[in-house]
């Protein structure tokens, strides 16, 4: 009995292997795509059943990478290839385009840097610079204002005072010197 199933099973496995060459051979005769997935939906397997039978799995691999033949129908015609040849060179300028520009930008980067770092270039914030030094001279101008104003009240201040003190440490002539009182 179980000779009977091995041999059920050798027929078995021979039927899909027909299967898979006359589906290979089919698709070689018409151009049609020649894959794994492929060829397992034409000849009715699983693609499981490719992959475990090495010498057809090389025939698909061997037919898949061979050029286009006489009678073979061409899967990619010449018009495809010329729009992607041109995809590819409009692609290929819009790249280079965006390499200039992103060099440029670098380039711009690395020369302000280095300025900056050389300590030739004047400092980035030069406006914040100029508004403070413009602040602080109105401020110094204010300062030295309210300076001269209180130097001109303490020399009134000392002034009056000089005036006071001479005053009181004068003897004064009309004023009559009290008599001593004896009695």
Same mark, same amino acid.
């Given at each position: /009995?179980?000779?009977? /199933?091995?041999?059920? %099973?050798?027929?078995?496995?021979?039927? *899909? *292997?027909?299967?898979?060459? %006359?589906?290979?051979?089919?698709?070689?005769?018409?151009?049609?795509?020649?894959?794994?997935?492929?060829?397992?939906?034409?000849?009715?397997?699983?693609?499981?059943?490719?992959?475990?039978?090495?010498?057809?799995?090389?025939?698909?691999?061997?037919?898949?990478?061979? #050029?286009?033949?006489?009678?073979?129908? $061409?899967?990619?015609?010449?018009? @495809?290839?010329?729009?992607?040849?041109?995809?590819?060179?409009? *692609? &290929? /300028?819009?790249?280079?385009?965006?390499?200039?520009?992103?060099? %440029?930008?670098?380039?711009?980067?690395?020369?302000?840097? $280095?300025? @900056?770092?050389?300590?030739?270039?004047?400092? #980035?914030?030069?406006?914040?610079?100029?508004?403070?030094?413009? /602040?602080?001279?109105?401020?110094?101008?204010? %300062?030295?204002?309210?300076?001269?104003? *209180?130097?001109?009240?303490?020399?009134?201040?000392?002034?009056? &005072?000089?005036?006071?003190?001479?005053?009181? &440490?004068?003897?004064?002539?009309?004023? #009559?010197?009290?008599? #001593? &009182?004896?009695?």
């Amino acid at each position: /009995m179980t000779s009977s /199933m091995i041999e059920g %099973k050798r027929a078995d496995s021979s039927r *899909r *292997r027909d299967r898979v060459l %006359k589906a290979l051979d089919a698709a070689l005769r018409t151009g049609g795509d020649i894959t794994v997935s492929g060829l397992a939906r034409a000849a009715r397997v699983d693609r499981s059943f490719l992959y475990r039978q090495r010498d057809l799995l090389e025939r698909v691999h061997a037919a898949a990478n061979t #050029p286009v033949q006489e009678g073979r129908l $061409a899967a990619v015609t010449r018009a @495809s290839l010329q729009a992607d040849l041109a995809n590819a060179l409009e *692609r &290929n /300028m819009r790249l280079t385009a965006q390499v200039r520009q992103l060099e %440029k930008r670098l380039s711009a980067q690395l020369g302000e840097q $280095a300025w @900056s770092e050389s300590g030739l270039g004047t400092p #980035p914030d030069i406006d914040q610079l100029q508004r403070r030094i413009a /602040m602080l001279e109105q401020e110094l101008a204010e %300062k030295s204002g309210e300076l001269e104003e *209180r130097t001109e009240e303490l020399e009134a201040a000392r002034a009056a &005072n000089r005036e006071l003190t001479r005053a009181v &440490n004068q003897p004064c002539a009309a004023a #009559p010197t009290p008599e #001593p &009182n004896i009695g």
